[in-house]
Structure formats: C-alpha cells, structure tokens
C-alpha cells in the first residue's frame, strides 16, 4: 500500500520569501501524485499533479513541484510567497490503475508574516 | 458553475442520534467519496462510491452509513454507533475511481457533539 509523509507540521515563511514543502512517499510502482491546498474552513483545491513525463510540474498559484524517483520526493515550491498562501498543504499519492485510492499526508500549515 | 455542495456548513448531534451529511455534484462525475479529517491526521476515506447503487468502504467505515440512489448524490448518516463523531467532513468527487483522476472537493461540513 501506498504512503505519505510530510515531515514538516508548520513552516512560517516572510511574505516574498521563498517557500518549500516536502512530501515523501511510499510505493512501489511510479505513482501519481498530487498537491492540494485548504484554506480554514474549506475543501481542499488542486495545486499540481504528476502523473509521468516532465519531472517539473507547474501548477495553479505560481506553484510548482519536482518529482525524484531517487528520494522518493514530490517537493513543492514557490519563488515568492504572497500573505494569501498562508493554509494548510496535503501530498497525496495514488495507487495503480484500477484502484481507487488516494493516500493524504498529515499536511503541513504555512504561515505567512508580513 | 459545476462543483460540490455540502451541507449544512455545520451540524451538531445530540448522544444516541443519527445524523445525515448532504453531498451533491453537478459535475457529472462517476465516482464519489467521504473523507473525514481530524487535525493533524490528513484525510482518512470513509465510503466510496463508483456508480450508483453500489458503494465500498474505506479505511473508516465503522459507525457511518452512505446510500448512492441518484449519481449527483451521495449523503453520509453519521450514526449513534460512531462514538467520536467530531470532525470535519469532506465529500469529494472524480470523473473516474482511478487513483490517477484528481479528485474535487465540497467545502465540508463540521460536526459536534452536544
């Protein structure tokens, strides 16, 4: 079975400053791979996905995301944070064709200060 | 515009009660999910469900209960069985149930205890 692990619970970042989230994972296979965000009190929104191909993702929000098979990372990233990235961000792995699972990480909440 | 709507935003429970969770999509996906999220613990799958008329259950089943009559559809009763109901509770959907498809979310719904 598939896993996540985020190893970072908070990271607070200065507003412009650049930012990075890890996300280690657990499969066997090429997984696919995928990055949401949520604000307090919402559903999670799409960042990124990868699936196979261009290892450098590019994503919504000015977010992108590198996929090493050697270290098993799906690390994603911003140049320049804005005060409107402060929320939590889940890594997802999912499983081969065919079944249907989606395995979340704990998720890692940034906090932007001015 | 299509999307997920939850509700109520947020619903509190009395002890020995049943309690039911609306999920609806206009997106005219296939397949349908609940997910319930502590903090800390990412989101842990409750129910899914590929078609109507048939549904499976995730990791976390115990204590909930889900039907799956109408394809927009897919209502979660918390019961008087689930002894640790407070949560967040996201219901997701995707076009297809493979782990490949990105999977959208509602807004979700808060429950408490009373």
């Not at chain 1, 985020?6 to 990271?11: L, N, R």
């Not at chain 1, 929320?87 to 909440?109: H, I, M, N, Q, R």
């Not at chain 2, 008329?53 to 019961?79: C, H, M, W």
């Amino acid at each position: 079975a598939q896993s996540v692990t985020q190893p970072d619970i908070h990271i607070t970042v200065s507003e412009g400053a650049s930012l990075e989230l890890r996300c280690n994972y657990s499969y066997g296979a090429t997984p696919y791979l995928f990055w949401y965000v949520q604000s307090p009190g919402q559903g999670l929104q799409l960042l990124l996905k990868y699936f196979s191909g261009d290892t450098l993702v590019q994503g919504i929000k000015g977010f992108e995301a590198e996929f090493k098979r050697s270290q098993s990372s799906f690390n994603l990233r911003k140049p320049s944070v804005h005060w409107s990235d402060a929320a939590e961000y889940f890594c997802a792995v999912g499983g081969p064709l065919g079944d249907y699972k989606l395995s979340f990480g704990a998720g890692t909440t940034v906090t932007v200060r001015a | 515009d299509g999307g997920i709507t939850q509700s109520p935003k947020y619903l509190f429970r009395k002890e020995g009660q049943n309690v039911t969770l609306s999920c609806e999509q206009n997106l005219n996906h296939d397949a349908m999910y609940w997910y319930r999220q502590d903090p800390g613990q990412g989101l842990r799958l409750i129910y899914y469900s590929q078609i109507v008329n048939d549904f499976q259950k995730g990791d976390i089943a115990e204590g909930y209960s889900v039907s799956r009559e109408k394809k927009e559809s897919f209502p979660l009763t918390v019961t008087s069985a689930q002894k640790n109901p407070t949560a967040f509770y996201l219901c997701a959907s995707s076009i297809g149930r493979d782990s490949n498809q990105p999977q959208h979310f509602g807004d979700g719904t808060r429950l408490s205890i009373l």
